[in-house]
Nanobody, 127 residues
Framework: QVQLVESGGGLVQAGGSLRLSCAAS????????MGWFRQAPGKEREFVAA????????AYADSVKDRFTISRDNPKNTVSLQMNRLKPEDTAIYYC????????????????????WGQGTQVTVSS
């Protein structure tokens, strides 16, 4: 089992930066891929970024590529999302998620393939 708690959300002006953190409990964390998703009001949850269990592979949505960076620290059971050059369209609730399949070899952007979810943290970018 893995429990996830996000932090670091807030209000920032366009062009600014925020760093989201996700603290995980449970031994499984270090053996599964982790992802960040977001959901804006009236929209479906969408993939933001993912990182393999050992940090050896990462993936990003086109909309955040070159602006966001995902990283993880397995000894500290944390995964982070550094968000730079934020835009108003980045406004959403951001969720940390853990892949439900340890043996998956390719990072997935599909929400239903993530079994563990945090409660979310609000990010608001003003124009």
């Amino acid at each position: 089992q893995v429990q996830l708690v996000e932090s670091g959300g807030g209000l920032v002006q366009a062009g600014g930066s925020l760093r989201l953190s996700c603290a995980a409990s449970g031994r499984t964390f270090s053996s599964i891929a982790m992802g960040w998703f977001r959901q804006a009001p009236g929209k479906e949850r969408e993939f933001v970024a993912a990182i393999k269990w050992n940090g050896g592979s990462v993936a990003y949505a086109d909309s955040v590529k070159d602006r966001f960076t995902i990283s993880r620290d397995n000894p500290k059971n944390t995964v982070s999302l550094q968000m730079n050059r934020l835009k108003p369209e980045d406004t959403a609730i951001y969720y940390c998620a853990g892949d439900g399949l340890r043996t998956r070899t390719v990072l997935t952007a599909v929400p239903r393939e993530y079994y563990y979810w945090g409660q979310g943290t609000q990010v608001t970018v003003s124009s």
